[in-house]
């Protein structure tokens, strides 16, 4: 019904930068919010960014001044910039409060998620 597909992953050197994007589709009336996630080897996913409508924004503190969300209708992006090996993870988009029929209770989509390794 409703997807989200990210792209834009890859191998990166530390200090470099790399830009994501998700791209929702589907019969999507509206949409409360579209999140990052990332989870790297050995550790729990963890929210990264998070922007509701079109143009409010929140970051995690480890990634604040260096990544920026944002979104065009339905793509998302996230542009990583100075990255260091600990940004190394498989990067997840979300989208949450999907709506496609008016009216009718919302629901959370989770994309299959795109790598990102930061390293020399």
């Known amino acids: 019904q409703v997807q989200v597909v990210e792209s834009g992953g890859g191998l990166v050197q530390p200090g470099g930068s790399l830009k994501l994007s998700c791209s929702a589709s589907?019969?999507?009336?509206?949409?409360?919010?579209m999140s990052w996630y990332r989870q790297a080897p050995g550790k729990q996913r963890e929210l990264v960014a998070k922007?509701?409508?079109?143009?409010t924004d929140d970051y995690a503190d480890s990634v604040k001044g260096r990544f920026t969300v944002s979104r065009d209708n339905t793509i998302m992006y996230l542009q990583m910039n100075s990255l260091i090996p600990d940004d190394t993870a498989v990067y997840y988009c979300n989208a949450d409060g999907v709506m496609v029929v008016p009216g009718t209770n919302t629901f959370e989509v989770w994309g299959q998620g795109t790598l990102v390794i930061v390293s020399s």
């Open positions: 589907g019969p999507i009336v509206s949409m409360e919010s």
């Open positions: 922007i509701r409508g079109l143009d």
